[in-house]
C-alpha cells in the first residue's frame, strides 16, 4: 500500500516556520513528506532541513517525495532531538514543526492496527517496535487499563468496557482490532451505540499508552525550545484535547513571565517572558480545506516565537 497522506493546514504551518535564508529547520512528524515539502520549496541552499519520523515506511514516502532536495533524514522518535541533532553536528536549530496526527497512511492500512473500522492484528506501534496494543489489552491490569481509557481516551464508559475485556480475555486472548471494536460495541449503552461509533476514543487511549504519545511531546517541547534561537519558532498541530492541553500550557508558561500571585505588590520571582504566541488563537482548518479533508476538522494549530 502506497503511503498517502494528506497534510493538515499545509500553508499556515509552513507560514509560522517564518523560514529565513541560512536557517536550520525541523520536521519532528514527517509522515510523507507533506510539511517537509512545502517547507523544502521555501529554502535555498543556505538552509538545512531534518526530517524525523520513526516509522520507517514514512521516511520511505518522505524520502522519494522530497527528491531533488537535499534533507537530511532521521528514523527516529523526535523525542531524540536534541542528541540525534549533536550526533550529526547541530547544536541549534531556527525553527520546528509537530504535525501531531497518525497519518492516513496509518488510519487507511488495516494491517498497522490503528483503525476500528477494519479487522486486523492488534499492533497501533508507529515505529513497528517494542510494545504493541495486544500487549496492553492483554497483559494490562483491569485497574491500568482503566486507568489509561479514562485519561487518555476520556472514556466515561471505561469500567464496563473493561470488564468486557478481561472476560473476553479469560477466555481466549484478543488478537485482532475487530475482536476489540466487538467487545467495545457490546459495553457500551445501546444509545451511544446508535449515536456514533463508540470506539474511538478507546482505540486512541490505547495507542496514546503504545506509543508513549504525551510523556514524548513534553519532553519535546522542552527539548526544542532550548535548541531554539532567539527569534525562532516552534508550529505544532494537535488533533485532540489532551495534546492540546499540553501544547496549550507550555506554551502559556514561556509566554507569561511572572508567576507571583496577584495579590504581591510588586514581582518577587523575576520571572520573564521567555516567548510570545505568534497567532493568540490557535490556526483552525477554513470550510475549503474541511470539505477536502474532514480528518481536519479537529486539528489545531499554536505557533511560539522564542526572544
Known amino acids: ?12 504551518t509552513v507560514d509560522g516556520l517564518g523560514i529565513k535564508q541560512g536557517g536550520i529547520y525541523v520536521d519532528c512528524t514527517a509522515g510523507g513528506g507533506g510539511h517537509s515539502l512545502e517547507a523544502a520549496k521555501r529554502m535555498d541552499s543556505s538552509n538545512k532541513l531534518i526530517c524525523f519520523d520513526q516509522d520507517k515506511e514514512a521516511i520511505a514516502a518522505a524520502t522519494k517525495r522530497l527528491e531533488g532536495y537535499s534533507p537530511v533524514f532521521i528514523n527516529r522518535n523526535f523525542c531524540t ?7 550529526i553536528g547541530i547544536e541549534r536549530i531556527d525553527g520546528a514543526m509537530l504535525d501531531l496526527g497518525v497519518s492516513s497512511y496509518q488510519l487507511d492500512n488495516a494491517e498497522r492496527g490503528f483503525s476500528f473500522h477494519e479487522d486486523a492484528p492488534l499492533d497501533m506501534r508507529m515505529s513497528g517496535e517494542g510494545m504493541s496494543a495486544y500487549d ?4 494490562y491490569s483491569t485497574d491500568e487499563l482503566e486507568h489509561i481509557l479514562f485519561a487518555y481516551g476520556e472514556e466515561k464508559f471505561a469500567r464496563g468496557i473493561v470488564k468486557g475485556i478481561e472476560k473476553a480475555r479469560n477466555i481466549a486472548p484478543i488478537k485482532t482490532t475487530g475482536e476489540l471494536a466487538e467487545i467495545i460495541r457490546n459495553n457500551v449503552p445501546l444509545k451511544v451505540r446508535r449515536e456514533k461509533n463508540p470506539c474511538r476514543k478507546t482505540f486512541q487511549a490505547i495507542r496514546i499508552e503504545v506509543n508513549h504519545e504525551l510523556d514524548v ?7 526544542i525550545f532550548d535548541i531554539l534561537n532567539p527569534g525562532g519558532r516552534i508550529s505544532v498541530i494537535t488533533f485532540h484535547s489532551l495534546e492540546d492541553r499540553i501544547v496549550k500550557q507550555r506554551f502559556k508558561e514561556l509566554t507569561e513571565g511572572c508567576t507571583c500571585p496577584k495579590d504581591f505588590p510588586v514581582c518577587v520571582c523575576g520571572n520573564k517572558p521567555k516567548a510570545f504566541l505568534v497567532n493568540r488563537k490557535p490556526i483552525v482548518a477554513d470550510e475549503e480545506e474541511l470539505s477536502e479533508n474532514p480528518r481536519s476538522r479537529s ?4 505557533v511560539i516565537e522564542k526572544y
Open 81 to 87: 532531538i536534541k542528541d540525534s541533532l549533536a550526533e
Open 299 to 302: 486539528a489545531k494549530l499554536r
Open 1 to 12: 500500500m502506497e503511503f498517502v497522506h494528506k497534510s493538515v493546514l499545509l500553508t499556515e
Open 136 to 139: 496492553v489489552v492483554n497483559e
Open 217 to 223: 511531546l513534553k519532553t519535546a517541547l522542552d527539548d
